[in-house]
């Protein structure tokens, strides 16, 4: 309750709930780090940076933002040690379990983004189970990024479309970008408004290239664990505080000549 009570009440009078992003987009960095400063084993970060992610969510469900994509794991994390590889598994698949019934009773949309061929077997039925209990729910789209490389999402997508073409049934001409968007995991998304990236660093680290076109980039030194509320409602601000011009001079469509 009081978890709730934090989480839905805005603190600053700077936020214009007019204003919101639609889709944010959230590169959850740091977890390691923020363990280690404390003398923990960097699991205890994981299992923290999970607390906050479950916040995160209910105050974008509360504010009303439509969708979140968290990028939880990517194909290149499979080169950290099997211990901690391991352990993150078995956290989704616990936290997945867990939080289910909260997340259908809240109205949360929950999609995989990613590979999960490799994924374990019962950890992938967990997904299966989300993904089907979920899908009338429309209060929030949540996207959770697991095995996700953007270059192997775009990889699979030119070879999907090249099998329709050499299948005859498209037409090369007729592709275009919102072809590519169509084959892409998110196509049931708009591209994302907000990406915010913890812990400090200044990359992408293969999460949604083509989606981040036009996306407005917030980085912030906190680690993931301790991004909270008036983490987000700063970030929220920032965002608010953009001209997003799409490379044209103004946002504002007030200049004719
Ligand atoms: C992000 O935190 C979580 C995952 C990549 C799974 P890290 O585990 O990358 O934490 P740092 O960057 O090493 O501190
Ligand atoms: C990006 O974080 C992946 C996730 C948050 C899941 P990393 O910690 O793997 O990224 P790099 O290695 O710093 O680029
Ligand atoms: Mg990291």
């Known amino acids: 309750m009081t978890a709730q009570l934090v989480s839905t009440t805005s603190t600053s009078i700077d936020l214009d709930f007019k204003k919101l992003p639609q889709h944010v987009a959230i590169i959850m960095d740091g977890n390691g780090r923020w363990a280690q400063q404390r003398g923990l084993p960097r699991l205890e970060g994981h299992r923290q940076g999970a607390n906050t992610l479950k916040e995160?969510?209910?105050?974008?469900?509360?504010?009303?933002?439509?969708?979140?994509?968290?990028?939880?794991?990517?194909?290149?994390?499979?080169?950290?040690p099997l211990t901690e590889v391991g352990f993150l598994m078995n956290l989704f698949e616990r936290l997945l379990r867990k939080e289910l019934q909260e997340m259908r009773e809240e109205g949360v949309r929950i999609r995989f983004i990613g590979d999960l061929s490799p994924l374990p077997s019962s950890l992938q039925q967990e997904i299966r189970y989300s993904m089907a209990k979920t899908r009338h729910n429309q209060t929030i789209n949540f996207n959770v990024a697991i095995n996700y490389g953007s270059r192997k999402e775009i990889v699979k997508a030119c070879r999907d479309i090249a099998e329709k073409v050499a299948l005859g049934e498209l037409s090369p001409d007729t592709i275009d970008e919102n072809t590519i968007s169509q084959y892409l995991y998110t196509s049931a998304n708009p591209d994302p408004d907000l990406l915010i990236r913890t812990s400090g660093e200044m990359r992408l680290s293969n999460f949604l290239l083509w989606q981040l076109a036009y996306t407005e980039m917030y980085v912030t030194d906190t680690f993931w664990p301790d991004f909270d509320l008036q983490q987000f409602e700063k970030a929220i601000i920032s965002y608010q505080k953009r001209d997003r011009r799409f490379g044209k001079i103004t946002a504002m469509p007030t200049l004719s000549f």
């Open 56 to 80: 995160i969510l209910r105050t974008c469900k509360n504010w009303g933002i439509n969708t979140l994509t968290a990028y939880a794991f990517s194909t290149e994390n499979w080169g950290r």
